[in-house]
């Protein structure tokens, strides 16, 4: 049940308090110096990397972004306590995230160890993975319910929300919970940057945060102002911090490829048909007197092709019955295309006609069906 009122704020404090108690036990955090290391050990790229890597799997896998939250906050506890080596950071990663899944996500909803250590190419074993899973709990002392930078996020964004209830007016087709996976995007692509594990979770959250309400109403200050105050934090790391996240963020988006436009340009070519199912493609003729013998031959599968409209046949040899009986199924089919598409038999579409040459019939294309453009590509994030 949704409490309102003073029973609100008085829950969201204490809910608060207890995530800042959480986050104090855990310690210092995993703050690498520098994108080698001397010793051996996984690098910061290397973390980011499978960082990553467990993203994908949460959409693999369809669970919840608090269980990859907790998991890439249990790699960094890991790796913090113990100098791993790269060969063990996918087993200690999948170990993680099968700790995370377990200690979040409902019964029926925790993947099966076979299955998870099969799809998510880990290249370990179940048998590893549980031995893995018992190392780490002994290094985390048994003590899995830490607070993740989401659990922050969701309390300063309820917090922000009931003290300023207009604050999404801007954003009328857009629900709070719906506003909240947007910032919970934002905050899980931050998590997958080294340069970000300098700073705790909760300034982390409070500084992506800061940044979305300030794009929302003018009065974002007085908002970061009253958060900072509540978790006690020093606001020249807030500033640091946020101009860090907005550095990173808007790095990520300038890598996305731009929506590109792609302008169909139609080919002009003829086509002459030389031996069953295949075409011999010819550039356009520069002039009506233009040469015909020195056209370069390109073949091209005949399935490329539509022949909209059959004109008068050429003079040729006498054909088979066999042939006839092919010529007829062809003009079948086209006439099926042209009804399935309510298109008159007599009108010309696309631009393309048919003439008839030599022995078999010769397609000239005016205007091609065919995009020499790219498909596109979608783009996975996190």
């Known amino acids: 049940m949704k409490l309102s009122g003073p029973l609100e704020s008085q829950r969201l404090s204490f809910l608060l308090e207890m995530a800042i108690s959480k986050e104090a036990q855990v310690g210092k955090v995993y703050a690498p110096k520098g994108l080698t290391t001397q010793d051996g050990t996984v690098s910061p790229v290397q973390r980011d990397e499978v960082i990553l890597w467990l993203a994908k799997l949460k959409y693999q896998f369809n669970i919840y972004p608090e269980t990859l939250a907790l998991a890439i906050c249990l790699v960094d506890r890991f790796l913090t306590t113990v100098k791993a080596r790269p060969k063990y950071l996918r087993c200690i990663a999948i170990s993680c995230f099968f700790l995370a899944a377990k200690t979040i996500e409902e019964d029926e909803r925790i993947p099966v160890l076979k299955v998870l250590a099969r799809d998510s190419l880990c290249g370990c074993s179940p048998a590893e993975i549980l031995r893995m899973e018992r190392i780490i709990l002994d290094k985390l002392n048994w003590?899995?319910?830490?607070?993740?930078?989401?659990?922050?996020?969701?309390?300063?964004?309820?917090?922000?929300?009931?003290?300023?209830?207009?604050?999404?007016?801007?954003?009328?087709?857009?629900?709070?919970?719906?506003?909240?996976?947007?910032?919970?995007?934002?905050?899980?692509?931050?998590?997958?940057?080294?340069?970000?594990?300098?700073?705790?979770?909760?300034?982390?959250?409070?500084?992506?945060?800061?940044?979305?309400?300030?794009?929302?109403?003018?009065?974002?200050?007085?908002?970061?102002?009253?958060?900072?105050?509540?978790?006690?934090?020093?606001?020249?790391?807030?500033?640091?911090?946020?101009?860090?996240?907005?550095?990173?963020?808007?790095?990520?988006?300038?890598?996305?490829?731009?929506?590109?436009?792609?302008?169909?340009?139609?080919?002009?070519?003829?086509?002459?048909?030389?031996?069953?199912?295949?075409?011999?493609?010819?550039?356009?003729?520069?002039?009506?007197?233009?040469?015909?013998?020195?056209?370069?031959?390109?073949?091209?599968?005949?399935?490329?092709?539509?022949?909209?409209?059959?004109?008068?046949?050429?003079?040729?040899?006498?054909?088979?019955?066999?042939?006839?009986?092919?010529?007829?199924?062809?003009?079948?089919?086209?006439?099926?295309?042209?009804?399935?598409?309510?298109?008159?038999?007599?009108?010309?579409?696309?631009?393309?006609?048919?003439?008839?040459?030599?022995?078999?019939?010769?397609?000239t294309r005016q205007e091609g069906t065919v995009s020499p453009c790219p498909p596109l590509q979608a783009v996975s994030v996190i």
Not at 177 to 187: E, F, G, P, Y
Not at 232 to 252: K, P, T
Not at 270 to 283: A, N
């Open 143 to 363: 003590n899995l319910h830490t607070a993740s930078p989401l659990d922050f996020l969701h309390i300063f964004h309820a917090i922000a929300l009931s003290v300023n209830p207009q604050l999404l007016a801007g954003l009328p087709s857009m629900n709070p919970s719906q506003h909240m996976a947007v910032i919970t995007k934002q905050l899980l692509q931050c998590m997958a940057c080294y340069q970000l594990l300098q700073f705790k979770g909760s300034m982390l959250a409070l500084a992506i945060l800061s940044l979305e309400v300030e794009k929302l109403i003018p009065d974002w200050l007085a908002v970061t102002i009253d958060l900072l105050q509540k978790v006690q934090m020093d606001s020249s790391q807030l500033i640091h911090c946020r101009e860090l996240v907005a550095h990173h963020l808007s790095f990520l988006n300038a890598s996305l490829p731009p929506n590109a436009v792609y302008v169909y340009h139609p080919l002009r070519q003829t086509l002459v048909t030389c031996i069953r199912g295949v075409f011999k493609c010819y550039p356009p003729v520069s002039g009506p007197g233009g040469p015909k013998d020195s056209r370069p031959e390109v073949p091209i599968t005949g399935t490329d092709v539509l022949c909209r409209r059959l004109t008068k046949p050429a003079v040729c040899k006498q054909s088979s019955a066999k042939r006839k009986v092919e010529e007829m199924e062809v003009d079948d089919f086209f006439d099926g295309i042209k009804r399935l598409y309510n298109e008159d038999s007599s009108s010309e579409v696309g631009g393309m006609d048919i003439v008839s040459s030599g022995c078999g019939s010769g397609l």
